[in-house]
């Protein structure tokens, strides 16, 4: 599609929020590798620890800590509110909308425009996209995104291609006109003919949960999981990855009348620090230019984009505040976005 370009918006907050537990991939894998094996894969995907969440904690109650906090410090009039968006690909429910519950649980005024997204990796770009969108209209003043997975509860603990790379979070952003503030660019793409790519087949509508979808078989990578359990066609993602985001990113760049070296900061979606790195390397970005958060979170998901920022939060305070945004990964969807966070209010990472 063609390039969007918002004004007169900006992000006033992000916060982040993880699961307490944690585990220790140098542990947690020894069953399944030899100790070189071991080695050779955490090096590779950049993951050394994980927060995992517990049976009895969502995607929502991650999402609701990040968003109150990020609402009390900011000192926001919660009636001032008018729309949450939810983005994640792990909802409390198949039915209704996890938006609609925590606009309840956040004591969001009745009438809250409220509403979830079905993406994953790409999502903190989709939804920002809408937010600033809604921003449009005049009756809209704050938007609340919530952002977050827990895409570890869907991982085989046989399934040696993914079970050391994923972790939960959750995240929030305030994101509220202002008159003064520099112009977005985005851009918003998908190709849903590698959807079989990265997918859980089982527990849906197409196939829906049964003794088969739960029954654990060995899959054509000689990996141990169910339909219900994530599929992640590793090498088919990093080609997808390598061929579609550089030029996304260079065109973005171009709308906005940009290059490489006008950008303060990169922020990629944390599929695994062998990708991002050989991405970087790609477009000619310096290392110091992407902060990671892989070694100590993972992939997780929806949310690594902005537990990223958040993580990195001693770079922005620095003044490097110019960003690109970039996720890719599950749909196939992609996404980038150029922005400034020159007066965003950055929380520290919140534990549950």
């Known amino acids: ?6 004004e007169g918006v900006k992000i006033a907050g992000i916060s982040a929020c993880v699961p307490a537990k944690t585990i220790e991939n ?3 894998g020894s069953s399944l590798f030899t100790e070189e094996e071991l080695k050779k894969t955490i090096d590779s995907i950049g993951v050394y620890q994980r927060h995992v969440s517990p049976s009895e904690i969502c995607t929502s109650d991650l999402c609701f800590e990040a968003a109150s906090e990020l609402l009390e410090k900011l000192s926001v009039n919660r009636e001032d509110v008018n729309a949450v968006i939810f983005v994640s690909q792990t909802p409390d429910y198949r039915l209704p909308a996890t938006a609609c519950i925590l606009q309840d649980k956040l004591g969001l005024k009745k009438g809250t425009l409220a509403f979830d997204i079905n993406l994953g990796c790409s999502g903190y770009v989709y939804g920002l996209s809408m937010a600033f969108s809604f921003l449009n209209q005049p009756a809209i003043s704050k938007v609340l995104l919530l952002v977050g997975d ?3 509860k869907n991982v085989s603990p046989q399934d040696k291609s993914s079970n050391l790379l994923f972790g939960d979070a959750g995240s929030a952003t305030l994101i509220e006109k202002d008159s003064s503030a520099s112009p977005v660019y985005c851009s918003l793409s998908s190709d849903g003919s590698g959807a079989k790519s990265l997918i859980i087949e089982g527990g849906g509508y197409r196939l829906p949960s049964s003794e088969f979808t739960v029954k654990v078989t060995e899959g054509p990578d000689k990996n141990l999981r169910s339909k219900e359990n994530i599929f992640m066609d590793g090498p088919e993602i990093f080609n997808f990855t390598l061929r579609e985001i550089p030029k996304d ?5 171009d709308a906005a009348n940009a290059t490489v070296e006008d950008i303060d900061l990169f922020f990629f979606h944390q599929a695994n620090k062998f990708m991002v790195d050989y991405l970087a390397r790609k477009l000619k970005i310096p290392a110091e230019k992407y902060p990671l958060s892989l070694s100590s979170y993972g992939n997780t998901s929806s949310a690594s984009i902005p537990l990223t920022i ?3 939060e001693n770079k922005l305070r620095a003044g490097r505040t110019r960003l690109v945004l970039s996720g890719f990964g599950v749909g196939l969807s992609w996404g980038s976005m150029l922005l400034d966070l020159n007066d965003c209010k950055i929380l520290p990472v919140i534990t549950i």
């Open 1 to 6: 599609m063609g390039h969007l370009k918002f």
């Open 26 to 28: 140098s542990q947690f």
């Open 150 to 152: 827990t895409s570890s």
């Open 249 to 253: 990113i260079i065109g973005l760049l």
């Open 310 to 312: 958040v993580d990195a």
